[in-house]
């Protein structure tokens, strides 16, 4: 697979050095399978049994690991277990069997179960910037032979958990081997993000569509955006199949471009279909997200950060000496005496009292809800006695 250019028509405008930066970080995953790279299993039934992050970080060594992060429903002594495979890989080429042995350690054995435990495949080096891809099992409808409904549950609730994080890039995927109205995956996107502000539909498998018939039609329908619409629009790809799953990424690459050359695909829009135009895609909404997130990130930063130095603050000191021990006790009575002492006098000004516009900081102001109370109990006594008829 050729790497994508930062100098192509669509990133002109987005070529300052701040912006590349960003930029690049979706360039470098050319080096991991279509969009991600890496080569994961492919198969034609069912194949990913848990939830696979792609962590790309930034730092002096050059490394390339895989662990289990164990779920936090199961029990300590199999937390314990899950957290002690570990692997390092010198070539991706061996990504595939480590995911069965992953599998395999994990309990899994066929594909009728799936599990709540995340293989995590980080990626280090100086070069790498920080980023983390998100490959979820896909969505199932029914259970069947192979698929429990406890099963059905599982996946549904694992991949609501991953979009609703509103700081993340949906990629809707949708298979035109089936009719897309029957796929969940829409509605679940609708039900996070109504307005599509952060989803990006994927089209795959265009290749499997009858040409020239209405099936077709609807999924270029659907490409333009003109039914189920998202802000951020739709994108069609032609995957490998199974039989061609070893070819090299420049081959399958290849392959699409000519298959988008044909049919009604021709005529297409060339920046909705293919995989080079989607990284150019993602690149950019990669940097949108980034500019739309990071002021309320930074919020939830020195908001954490304060909750922090208060929960130190309130800790105290610290206490290695005797005489520090007998004094703790004393600052704590003091500061009681000086808390009651406000009270009383309807201050309020020590932080514990908190905000008096919420129900724990009023409830805390005894003086006030005191003087609040007579005066309702005096306004009712007032009314009731105007009311109240004469004694004959």
């Not at 609807?218 to 739709?234: C, H, M, P, S, T």
Request: charged share 25%; glycine share 4%; hydrophobic share 40%.
């Amino acid at each position: 697979m050729s790497a994508l250019s930062l100098h192509t028509s669509p990133l002109e405008s987005l070529k300052s050095s701040d912006k590349l930066g960003l930029l690049d970080a979706i360039d470098n995953l050319r080096s991991q399978g279509a969009i991600s790279g890496i080569p994961f299993p492919t198969k034609d039934n069912l194949c990913t049994c848990f939830a696979t992050e792609l962590i790309l970080r930034r730092t002096s060594i050059v490394g390339v690991s895989i662990s289990i992060v164990p779920s936090q429903n199961r029990s300590d002594a199999k937390r314990h277990r899950l957290s002690e495979f570990r692997e390092n890989l010198t070539n991706f080429n061996k990504v595939p069997a480590l995911i069965k042995k992953a599998k395999d350690f994990i309990g899994i054995w066929t594909t009728s179960s799936f599990s709540n435990d995340i293989l995590q495949v980080k990626i280090s080096g100086p070069t790498q910037q920080h980023l983390t891809i998100v490959d979820l099992p896909g969505l199932i409808y029914s259970k069947n032979k192979l698929q429990t409904s406890a099963d059905v549950a599982l996946v549904l609730a694992m991949v609501k958990s991953y979009m609703a994080n509103r700081r993340s890039i949906v990629l809707a995927v949708v298979s035109a081997k089936n009719d897309y109205a029957n796929q969940i995956v829409t509605k679940l996107a609708k039900d996070v993000d109504l307005k599509g502000y952060r989803t990006l539909g994927i089209i795959t498998k265009p290749d499997t569509l009858p040409v020239g018939l209405e099936s077709e039609l609807a999924y270029a329908n659907l490409a333009r955006n003109q039914d189920v619409e998202f802000r951020l629009g739709w994108h069609v790809l032609r995957n490998q199949d199974y039989k061609t799953r070893n070819a090299f990424m420049e081959a399958r690459d290849a392959a699409e471009e000519q298959f988008f050359l044909q049919g009604l695909w021709k005529d297409f829009p060339r920046n909705l279909v293919g995989i080079t135009l989607l990284r150019a895609r993602l690149s950019q909404v990669l940097l949108q997200q980034i500019r739309n997130e990071l002021p309320s990130l930074l919020e939830e930063i020195e908001a954490n950060v304060k909750e922090i130095q208060m929960a130190l603050d309130k800790l105290g000191t610290s206490r290695d000496m005797n005489e520090e021990q007998r004094l703790f006790p004393l600052h704590i009575s003091q500061s009681f005496q000086s808390i009651v002492n406000v009270a009383v006098e309807g201050t309020y000004g020590d932080s514990f009292f908190g905000d008096p516009r919420s129900v724990e900081g009023y409830s805390k102001r005894l003086r006030a809800v005191i003087q609040n109370l007579n005066m309702e109990f005096a306004e009712v006594s007032h009314r009731t006695s105007e009311f109240e008829p004469p004694d004959y």
